[in-house]
């Protein structure tokens, strides 16, 4: 039986939650009460301070306002500064010195230096008072007057750029230049300098005025791979900072503004000229009179000639930014700032590397309106044998092989033809080479031809654009193009390629930029049957005394299976049939097995062969800084040659070993006796010439010289016109009527198929 609850049981909730009603409203009329009555007391106390009238618009109103602005500037300034004051966490940030690094070749021989040890062994009062001065007058001019930011100098130099419409004077206090020397890197970014004004003040609080200047001659650097004034003195004119008359001391300190510009030992004119300047600025600041400049003016300083002394810069460079990176790996109670390291360079291949490209670039990079090229030689394991930068580093600091990123053209191919083996195609596989579209975009052929039915080997020996581009369709399947896109960039991070490689049609064909240096390593996998490497320049690594702190063999990343044995060696096969029968015919190595791919950039505006044998693999690059046009370089021409003639010296001596794939490679046929007597492409095959393209002077110019040649032939007699003329008119024939001779292809051998990449 259910049990009934007597009735007052409702009537005592009620009466709870009235109650409870009650009490809630009581104290929130309290409160209100309360709080009503304490505003009421405040408006009474604070109407005894009240100003009206225009009292309050002139005073009260401004201070309030500026009261606020500058609350919210501190919080903002302090925002900022927070990121600041994190490099200075180091407690030994004043007593920590950058690396000390002295490199050798793969053979133990000294090639160069990096780093600084700082020298503070010279006190202030014992540099002389020239250089004191000079550094003053052009650097900071007020350093003994501002608090680590000099504003009115900050006004005057935007003025005078804007004025000039560029660049043409320093904002920058010594303070702020040694906030970025000791705590920052050289980025030119907004953040970098707000850091650095926010640490140029802490500076100012922590050190004293000449403390600054100390470590500003110390540690400022100098050109030539020195850093501080003293290492200046003794590389560019043999003696100590504390000797230095005032001609030096006006060139030494002209280098603080740009040290590769106007380093003398690279060009004396330019420091001589800043030197002038510095002159002025000493009379100008009113530190010296111009009779007292009188004489440095008329005897400018002379320093030691170094132009001998070659050291593989963009090398050593690569070099040093790999040993900063693996010194921050080492514990932190590790405090060695001095090392020595055995690098991966061979000193013969890299001589090679550097004669090639200059040889070539002299020879015709005005006639295919190239000015700069870049190479990088490795072994299969990532070693990098040999890196060139750029035609002179004395010009240009900037390395094209690790810091450039230009599109690869068709020597990106290799990659798409991989991922089709990875899915099923093979070499022999038919793919048909006709028109195709993605969206909007349709890709041509060179030449605007097409071939109809090819094998995947066919397709890559010829460079055929279209072919690739279909794989990439074919890669998709039923999820589209972008799905087989992103399957071709997932096998090229296998192959070691950081760049950003973005989703594009054209991406297949090689528009997509990367670096010389990712590019040549990447190729290592398939000599490497199917393992990937991680390129390097640091072999092994000792402190000062020798002890061994790092070695590659044993500390460095393992190769990784990126792809099978068998594909590897398929791609070799394709690809040594570029060598051979393809478009990078220039690159063949007598007796040496070689494969590799050419590549070309849209209105050629970049030329690359990168390719590898059973020993090392070597990318290389030509074009141009500010990416104009080359006057239709392609890669089988300048590129393929330089390749050949670096990889010619590297086999030097080496044992040649079997490339998976294509075998121990054969011996290049002699030129038959009859092809001899016709030799009008015959230099085009052993060095690249200019493009076969002229002026219509330049073909009226060679006509009339053959009608000439003609002329005294049938004046002097048949005899009397020897063979090398009867050539010399063969080939001017053959350059002003192309139609009547043979097509010549990229590597100048005549062929009827028109040329591709």
């Not at 240096?517 to 991680?534: D, I, Q």
Request: aromatic share 10%; charged share 25%; hydrophobic share 40%.
């Amino acid at each position: 039986m259910r049990q009934i609850l007597p009735p007052h049981w409702k009537q005592k909730v009620r009466n709870f939650f009235l109650d409870l009603d009650a009490r809630i409203d009581s104290t929130l009329f309290s409160s209100a009460k309360g709080l009503r009555e304490l505003y009421e007391r405040f408006s009474t106390f604070m109407d005894r301070f009240y100003v009206g009238r225009w009292k309050r618009w002139v005073f009260i109103e401004p201070l309030s306002e500026a009261a606020t602005i500058g609350l919210g500037g501190m919080v903002l300034m302090l925002t900022l500064a927070i990121p600041a004051f994190r490099e200075t966490a180091d407690e030994d940030w004043l007593k920590k010195s950058d690396l000390a690094v002295t490199f050798l070749d793969r053979y133990g021989n000294p090639i160069g230096s990096r780093g600084i040890k700082h020298n503070d062994s010279i006190p202030l009062e014992d540099f002389p008072d020239n250089l004191i001065k000079a550094t003053l007058a052009t650097e900071d001019r007020r350093f003994y007057d501002h608090y680590g930011i000099d504003f009115p100098g900050l006004a005057r130099a935007l003025v005078t750029n804007a004025q000039a419409g560029g660049v043409r004077q320093g904002g920058s206090s010594i303070t702020q230049q040694l906030a970025k020397n000791l705590f920052l890197n050289n980025e030119r970014t907004i953040e970098r300098k707000v850091k650095e004004a926010f640490l140029a003040v802490w500076l100012e609080f922590r050190l004293t005025k000449n403390e600054i200047l100390k470590l500003y001659l110390d540690r400022a650097y100098m050109g030539g791979g020195t850093f501080g004034v003293d290492g200046a003195a003794h590389f560019y004119f043999n003696k100590s900072a504390r000797d230095v008359n005032l001609a030096e001391s006006a060139m030494l300190a002209g280098l603080f503004k740009a040290p590769t510009k106007y380093a003398p030992h690279i060009n004396l004119p330019a420091a001589r000229a800043r030197a002038n300047v510095v002159l002025d600025n000493l009379v100008d600041a009113g530190f010296m009179t111009e009779g007292q400049v009188f004489g440095a003016r008329r005897n400018p300083a002379v320093a030691v000639d170094r132009r001998d002394e070659q050291s593989p810069n963009y090398y050593l460079d690569y070099a040093f930014d790999e040993m900063r990176k693996l010194v921050d790996t080492f514990p932190k109670s590790y405090t060695e700032r001095v090392f020595v390291v055995r690098t991966a360079i061979d000193m013969k291949v890299q001589r090679a590397a550097e004669d090639a490209i200059e040889n070539q670039l002299r020879q015709f990079g005005r006639d295919y309106h190239a000015t700069q090229a870049s190479t990088v030689v490795a072994d299969l394991d990532g070693g990098v044998r040999a890196m060139v930068g750029g035609r002179d580093y004395g010009a240009s600091q900037f390395n094209r092989a690790t810091d450039a990123y230009r599109q690869p053209g068709s020597s990106f191919k290799p990659y798409v033809y991989t991922t089709a083996l990875l899915n099923g195609f093979k070499p022999t596989s038919i793919v048909v080479d006709g028109p195709v579209c993605i969206g909007n975009w349709c890709p041509q052929n060179y030449g605007h031809s097409y071939s109809g039915s090819v094998t995947l080997t066919q397709a890559i020996t010829r460079s055929i654009n279209v072919v690739p581009v279909k794989l990439s369709i074919a890669l998709g399947g039923k999820e589209g193009p972008k799905a087989g896109r992103a399957k071709i960039v997932e096998v090229a991070r296998r192959f070691g390629l950081k760049a950003p490689l973005p989703d594009t049609p054209s991406m297949p064909i090689g528009s997509d930029e990367v670096t010389v240096l990712e590019h040549a390593v990447a190729y290592a996998t398939f000599p490497n049957r199917g393992k990937s490497v991680t390129p390097h320049a640091v072999l092994e690594v000792r402190t000062g005394a020798g002890d061994l702190v790092w070695r590659w063999d044993r500390d460095g990343p393992k190769p990784k299976q990126a792809i099978p044995a068998s594909v590897a060696s398929d791609m070799a096969g394709m690809m040594s049939h570029v060598v051979s029968e393809g478009t990078a015919r220039r690159a063949a190595l007598d007796g040496i097995p070689t494969a590799g791919k050419t590549g070309t950039t849209n209105a050629y505006r970049d030329a690359w062969f990168v390719g590898y044998t059973g020993n090392f693999t070597c990318a290389v690059w030509y074009g141009n800084d500010d990416y104009s046009p080359t006057n239709r370089m392609t890669g089988g021409s300048l590129p393929a040659q330089t390749w050949h003639d670096i990889m010619e010296v590297a086999h030097q001596g080496v044992e040649v070993k079997e490339l998976v794939g294509v075998g121990m490679g054969q011996k290049l046929p002699p030129q038959p006796a009859a092809a001899q007597a016709n030799a009008a492409p015959r230099v085009l095959e052993t060095k690249p010439g200019p493009p076969p393209v002229l002026t219509k002077r330049g073909a009226d110019i060679l006509v009339r010289v053959e009608k000439m040649l003609d002329d005294a032939a049938k004046t002097v007699g048949a005899t009397t016109l020897n063979e090398p003329a009867r050539q010399k008119a063969d080939s001017s024939s053959a350059l002003a009527f192309p139609e009547n001779y043979a097509a010549a292809g990229p590597d100048g051998t005549p062929t009827t198929a028109p040329r591709k990449n």
